[in-house]
């Protein structure tokens, strides 16, 4: 059973780091892409960050392109967000997900992804 675990979200000051993981397990997934996704409350979700199976492509939402880094570590079918320079606009909960089919850069379609973590708070104080 395929099962995508987020982890590291919490209260930070605005201007503050946190860094996110997303652990899958089930399967390996060193072959797809992989996503982080964000749904503030009373809003819809939204893309933030894919990378593709290889790590050479990767696409960034305007609102975080140069303070969120989308990483991830193959050999621990791990997936990471760090995220510097926070702002009280980044409050929402993050999700992971986990491309439907191998291969592929990645895409800002959430039908795009077959696999979703039950996600990870992330509150940022002003």
């Known amino acids: 059973q395929v099962q995508l675990v987020e982890s590291g979200g919490g209260l930070v000051q605005a201007g503050g780091p946190l860094r996110l993981s997303c652990a899958a397990s089930g399967r390996t997934f060193c072959s797809y892409a992989m996503g982080w996704f964000r749904q503030a409350p009373g809003k819809e979700r939204e893309f933030v960050a894919t990378?593709?199976?290889?790590?050479?492509?990767?696409r960034y939402a305007d609102s975080v392109k140069g303070r969120f880094t989308i990483l991830r570590d193959n050999s621990k079918n791990t997936v990471y967000l760090q995220m510097n320079s926070l702002k009280a606009e980044d409050t929402a909960v993050y999700y992971c997900?986990?491309?439907?089919?191998?291969?592929?850069?990645?895409?800002?379609?959430?039908?795009?992804?077959?696999?979703w973590g039950q996600g990870t708070q992330v509150t940022v104080s002003s």
């Open positions: 990378i593709s199976w290889s790590g050479a492509n990767i």
């Open positions: 997900a986990v491309a439907r089919l191998p291969g592929g850069d990645g895409s800002i379609d959430p039908g795009w992804y077959a696999y």
